[in-house]
T-cell receptor
């Protein structure tokens, strides 16, 4: 069990550019989550997948954001036309589907800075 | 809607002193509650969770939390602080039918010599 991994760990981009982040969950976990954490705040839910199906999206996930999990394994989060307000830590988590006892395991995060 | 509130954005204790980090919840149904720790530039690590099996929950690194329904609280404690405990701590609850975590705003713990 190598844990949840995320790539890259840091990304600096200019406003208006597109960026893509990758998350590799714990191998046997069928649920995958994306959260966003801004400075001084707790993580906020963005979206989650069960296997390859995206089952819920937060209102925080504007049209410029898209997430995929094509084969039910790794996931990508793309932000198009980045804005300075997108600067944040993007966290990925995974879990087994055990109803309300879902225990989510987090990756180290990708810190995005938009200049 | 289910939510959690963390009282005190910064807590400072001396090494060896009691650590008490406060979390209150708001829920119309029995909540599932979690405490996570986050070290600088890292993701969140689960410390402990309450799933209604027992009101006193023991976690990793000597931390424990007690679920008190009468006070709608789930405070995190550790009898003796260590320098390595300095980090940010988040209380969270499962919402959306158990599909997502909702976190408090976090408490930064500082441990002084």
């Amino acid at each position: 069990d190598t844990g949840v991994s995320q790539d890259p760990r840091h990304k600096i981009t200019k406003r208006g550019q597109n960026v893509t982040f990758r998350c590799d969950p714990i191998s046997e976990h069928n649920r995958l989550y994306w959260y966003r954490q801004t400075l001084g705040q707790g993580p906020e839910f963005l979206t989650y997948f069960q296997n390859e199906a995206q089952l819920e999206k937060s209102r925080l996930l504007s049209d410029r954001f898209s997430a995929e999990r094509p084969k039910g394994s790794f996931s990508t989060l793309e932000i198009q036309r980045t804005e300075q307000g997108d600067s944040a830590m993007y966290l990925c988590a995974s879990s087994l589907d055990r109803g309300r006892e879902n225990e989510q395991y987090f990756g180290p995060g990708t810190r995005l800075t938009v200049t | 809607a289910q939510s959690v509130t963390q009282l005190g954005s910064h807590v400072s204790v001396s090494e060896g002193a009691l650590v008490l980090l406060r979390c209150n919840y708001s829920s119309s149904v029995p909540p599932y509650l979690f405490w996570y720790v986050q070290y600088p530039n890292q993701g969140l690590q689960l410390l402990l969770k309450y799933t209604s099996a027992a009101t006193l929950v023991k976690g990793i690194n000597g931390f424990e939390a007690e679920f008190k329904k009468s006070e709608t609280s789930f405070h995190l404690t550790k009898p003796s602080a260590h320098m390595s405990d300095a980090a940010e701590y988040f209380c969270g609850t499962l919402t959306g039918g158990g599909n997502k975590l909702t976190f408090g705003t976090g408490t930064q713990l500082k441990v002084e010599l």
